[in-house]
């Protein structure tokens, strides 16, 4: 059974900083991207940040130069260590696995409320 399971969230004040973990169980890890997505009240779910199979990240341009998005393949973990956090930032943040071969499997976590105050 697979679980991605989140952690972290949490309320902070704008200019602060937040850590996001994301464990994830009962898949390959080393042969999917990982990623982190957000949704707003009202909005839609937007991708924050992805890192690939490989190690190699890519980013919002909402959140390039705050946020860094990593994995460590050896405990199936992805992070976002999320800097100079804004009030635009406040959102649901779910953790997503997609494995990285045409058509593969594709699972999503339940989320973690992440908000910041002005």
């Known amino acids: 059974q697979v679980h991605l399971v989140e952690s972290g969230g949490g309320l902070v004040q704008s200019g602060g900083s937040l850590r996001l973990s994301c464990a994830a169980s009962?898949?390959?890890?080393?042969?999917?991207?990982m990623g982190w997505y957000r949704q707003a009240p009202g909005k839609q779910r937007e991708l924050v940040a992805v890192?690939?199979?490989?190690?190699?990240?890519t980013y919002a341009d909402s959140v390039k130069g705050r946020f860094t998005i990593s994995r460590d393949n050896a405990e199936n973990m992805v992070y976002l260590q999320m800097n100079a956090l804004k009030p635009a930032d406040t959102a649901v943040y779910y953790c997503?696995?997609?494995?990285?071969?045409?058509?593969?499997?594709?699972?999503w976590g339940q989320g973690t409320q992440v908000s910041v105050s002005s």
């Open positions: 997503r696995a997609a494995e990285v071969r045409i058509g593969g499997r594709d699972y």
């Open positions: 890192v690939n199979s490989r190690g190699i990240p």
């Open positions: 009962g898949i390959g890890f080393d042969f999917y991207n």
